[in-house]
């Protein structure tokens, strides 16, 4: 029995050594603003948050949504070709996620998301527009087009979140372990170094695609105040949502769906063939972030669609 208790009290120092090893201070925000603002950066008061978007371009405005953990870098790969093409690109970073930050409520149901966007637009004013989003930007987009559908000329869903299965539930670890209360705390004071890395190469299908730009600007915008606490708590949210129906969606659909997604399996596909005006791209040998993993293909796409 001693040396029962001699093993474990010498497991629980080095785990105990181990964590504090991995500790990691927060990256100030005015560090990271210097790093990740660009001439088209602005922040705007909304909600006692100071939210960061981009308005780029001229002509039919377009709006961009993230997915969770991401930021508005995410749309890089498309924004250069829809500013060629005479569209004004709205793009922001969500609550609780890159420059924005969290919330001081802590409520990051899709509900609160959908509101928050509209007071954005209605602030930038723009009321008329496309709206196109991935993973957790899918869903706000589409239960955005749904409250408002007056708003929304034409609607894309890149690997839209909305519907879970337990059977093929969601594949990176981290959503995972973000959804154990004790880890999320642990995971507040942690280095991200290594669960950012191993998170995108959940969402790409090529891992030789990331680039070590991609890994810095994820970790960076990880690290930033407040957002480990806020990515937990928003994951621990997930799947609370009240279910709707897609087939009362009316505007024109574009759903696009890597066919090697590790977070929502493709089977997902299934409850968004319920809207009634959609047209299908599948892309082979993809993973759950089209618009970064296959940008020039994706965005031709969307062209496509938008033009017809």
């Known amino acids: 029995m001693k040396k029962l208790f001699s093993i474990l009290a010498v497991i629980a120092l080095v785990l105990f050594i181990a964590f ?76 609780a996620f890159g420059l924005t930050g969290p919330r001081k409520d802590n409520d990051y149901s899709v509900k609160t998301y959908v509101t928050f966007l509209d007071e954005f637009l209605h602030q930038i004013g723009v009321d008329t527009f496309a709206i196109a989003g991935n993973s957790l930007g899918g869903e706000i987009a589409w239960r955005y087009a749904l409250a ?30 973000a959804k154990i209360k004790w880890f999320a705390a642990l995971m507040s004071k942690m280095d991200t170094k290594i669960i950012v890395n191993q998170t995108l190469k959940d ?15 994820y970790y960076d915008m990880s690290m930033r105040e407040g957002n480990r606490e806020s990515f937990s708590i928003r994951v621990q ?45 599948i892309y082979e040998n993809c993973g759950h972030s089209p618009q970064e993993e296959i940008p020039a293909k994706s965005v031709k796409d969307v062209l496509n669609f938008l033009k017809n």
């Not at 603002?37 to 709006?63: N, Q, Y």
């Not at 559908?149 to 372990?177: C, H, M």
Request: with cysteine.
């Open 20 to 95: 504090f090893a991995m500790q990691k201070k927060s990256i100030p925000l005015e560090e990271l603003k210097k790093k990740y603002t660009t001439s088209a950066s602005e922040f705007l008061e909304i909600d006692g948050m100071s939210v960061h978007c981009r308005v780029e371009g001229e002509g039919k405005p377009i709006v961009l949504i993230h997915g969770t953990g991401a930021a508005l870098q995410t749309w890089d790969g498309w924004t250069d070709s829809l500013v060629k093409n005479n569209y004004k690109v709205i793009r922001l970073d969500m609550p």
């Open 237 to 281: 949210q997930i799947g609370n949502e009240p279910v709707s129906d897609l087939s009362t969606i009316s505007m024109p659909t574009l759903i696009q769906w890597g066919r090697q997604d590790k977070l929502i399996d493709i089977s997902m596909l299934e409850n968004f063939k319920k809207i009634p005006n959609n047209k299908i791209e």
């Open 203 to 217: 969402v790409y299908e090529d891992d030789s695609k990331i680039t070590d730009a991609q890994k810095q600007l």
């Open 148 to 177: 408002h559908p007056t708003k929304v000329s034409k609607l894309i869903l890149v690997d839209p979140a909305g519907f879970y299965s337990e059977e093929k539930g969601n594949g990176a670890i981290i959503f995972k372990l």
